[in-house]
């Protein structure tokens, strides 16, 4: 069965800084193009980041470039983002999603998801 579980989350002062985890299990995972997505209450799920199988293509949403950085540790079947700066606009409870194929994973479609770990960040 496959399953992504995300980890990292939790609370910190604007400026502060959290890594993501995403745990894979099931899948072939350096097949796998990996995204994290976030969504906050009352609004929909927008994409953060997209990394490729390979590690070697990335995708970045313009509120995050600079700030935030997508990476994949394949051997460990993981993908984190680090999230530095954090501003209380990126609050929201952000999921791991994974696809072979990078535009699913970029347009929201991805085959897999996980349960999310909640960002809060103070002002």
């Known amino acids: 069965q496959v399953q992504l579980v995300e980890s990292g989350g939790g609370l910190v002062q604007a400026g502060g800084s959290l890594r993501l985890s995403c745990a894979a299990s099931?899948?072939?995972?350096?097949?796998?193009?990996l995204g994290w997505f976030r969504q906050a209450p009352g609004k929909e799920r927008d994409v953060v980041a997209v990394?490729?199988?390979?590690?070697?293509?990335?995708y970045y949403t313009d509120d995050v470039k600079g700030r935030f950085t997508i990476s994949r540790d394949n051997p460990k079947n993981t993908v984190y983002l680090q999230m530095n700066s954090l501003k209380p606009g990126d609050t929201a409870v952000y999921y791991c999603?994974?696809?072979?194929?990078?535009?699913?994973?970029?347009?929201?479609?991805?085959?897999?998801w996980g349960q999310g770990t909640q960002v809060t960040v103070s002002s």
């Open positions: 999603a994974a696809d072979p194929i990078w535009n699913t994973v970029l347009g929201g479609r991805a085959r897999k």
């Open positions: 099931g899948l072939t995972f350096s097949s796998y193009a």
């Open positions: 990394i490729g199988a390979s590690g070697g293509t990335s």
